[in-house]
């Protein structure tokens, strides 16, 4: 029984196959279209590729393995296979078929490829198509805001549309779709944050990954941090805003991450210093004793849902 105001990953996960299901986050040496050919990329993005802590240098088979090891050895079982490190998709597909194809190994459950909404070419939803007679394939798509001024200031090189076209097209071929927000841009309104649960449950995402935005050191808002000419959230402002997204999505969709760490190495500011533990208590907390759930304002649409 999910006992959380949200729909939580982990209990989802137990109920879809029985036991917990590990993520295990690969680097398999892609780059970005938005850091490449003069592209400086998103102003929050850290020279690793957002935030990414594995270690490169093994090729992929080792990190899933020594990962694999690890988790093991404490009773996990199953895995995700998830390429995260900068834009999984940023290949031919002839390419991009041989690296995932590396990670279909025994007691690996979900393929899970992040990516951006402009890196997804029918042939790559067709590649996932055809993965999908062998193993679960999740797409998961940055946004991060829903406004498009606010993606044009963080120079995210792709517009709202853009982002609505990938997930219509990957709901189309059958494919599970988790959206990237951050929910406490200083650009953002409280509304932006409504309106975009809004939109992600009418395009019938499954799943969302949420964090807060945290600086890291060399990167164009660390400038901007320094100039003074941006000012960020509270602790208290990041934790409403997130339960105002969740209030305002679809109770089906699965929320499988609700804070994140920041990077270990050159974060200039995350987090206000809390723990995740820390946070992810606040807003569990404050949902539970101000009676607020996941999709208890989600809009009601005309086909009846
Ligand atoms: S899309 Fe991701 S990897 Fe590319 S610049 Fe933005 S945050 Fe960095």
Redesign the pocket.
């Known amino acids: 029984m999910n006992l959380k105001p949200y729909r939580d990953l982990k209990n989802y996960l137990k109920e879809r196959y029985g036991e917990v299901v590990h993520r295990v986050p690969l680097d398999a040496g892609f780059s970005?279209?938005?850091?490449t050919d003069g592209?400086s990329?998103?102003i929050?993005?850290?020279p690793t590729?957002?935030g990414f802590t594995v270690d490169s240098s093994l090729d992929l088979k080792e990190q899933l393995e020594s990962r694999m090891g690890t988790l093991r050895r404490k009773g996990v079982r199953k895995f995700m296979a998830y390429f995260q490190?900068?834009?999984n998709t940023f290949a031919p597909v002839e390419r991009l078929e041989a690296i995932y194809r590396q990670v279909i190994v025994e007691d690996v459950v979900v393929l899970d490829i992040s990516t951006?909404p402009d890196l997804v070419a029918e042939e790559v939803l067709d590649l996932l198509d055809e993965f999908k007679k062998e193993i679960d394939v999740i797409l998961e798509l940055?946004l991060q805001s829903i406004n498009p001024n606010t993606l044009s200031i963080l120079?995210?090189?792709h517009t709202l549309a853009q982002f609505i076209d990938a997930v219509s097209r990957a709901k189309r071929h059958g494919l599970e779709v988790v959206a990237h927000v951050i929910a406490n841009l200083p650009w953002d309104s409280r509304e932006d944050v409504a309106e975009a649960a809004r939109t992600l449950s009418v395009l019938g995402v499954n799943g969302v990954k949420i964090h807060s935005l945290y600086v890291v050191e060399r990167t164009k808002l660390a400038e901007m941090l320094e100039e003074g000419t941006v000012e960020l959230t509270t602790a208290e402002e990041f934790v409403e805003r997130v339960i105002i997204f969740l209030e305002h999505l679809d109770r089906d969709v699965v929320i499988h991450r609700l804070v994140a760490d920041p990077p270990l190495k050159g974060t200039v500011t995350g987090n206000w210093g809390l723990s995740k533990l820390k946070l992810l208590n606040m807003i569990e907390k404050k949902m539970i004793i101000e009676g607020r759930y996941q999709g208890s304002k989600a809009l009601k649409t005309q086909n009846g849902k």
Do not use: K, V
């Open positions: 970005c279209p938005n850091r592209h990329g998103c929050y993005c850290d590729g957002s490190a900068n834009s951006r940055g120079n995210r090189g």
